[in-house]
Nanobody
């Protein structure tokens, strides 16, 4: 399983970026977007099921970040709007083929597959 993120970059506060996560196949996965700065724990910001259902956002991004997906391209997107300096991080997408309840979607240990990360800087 490969996860490849792209779309990171630098934006001024208040701006927008869209991150992409291209996968080999996500037919029936739990997936998440995480972020991390050096020296801090990796933080889950979005958790969801590729088969549908609710999407879960952390309080720090709720109302500003939105996920979407293109099934034909096996690609997930993280739309980040109204960005803040605190959003400066390396962003990772993650996946697991196991089925977890929503309470586990923000836990790093839930996921066995990770992308390489893409850097986002908000000034």
């Amino acid at each position: 399983v490969q996860l490849v993120e792209s779309g990171g970059g630098s934006e001024p506060a208040g701006g927008s970026l869209t991150l992409s996560c291209t996968t080999s196949n996500y037919a029936n996965w739990c997936m998440g977007w995480f972020r991390q700065v050096p020296g801090k724990e990796r933080e889950g910001v979005v958790g969801f099921y590729t088969t549908g259902g609710a999407t879960y956002y952390s309080d720090s991004v709720k109302g500003r970040f939105t996920i979407s997906k293109d099934n034909a391209k096996s690609t997930l997107y993280l739309q980040m709007d109204k960005m803040k300096a605190d959003d400066t991080d390396t962003y990772y997408c993650a996946a697991t083929i196991a089925r977890y309840s929503s309470g586990y979607l923000f836990a790093v240990s839930t996921y066995e597959y990770w992308g390489q990360g893409t850097q986002v800087t908000v000034s």
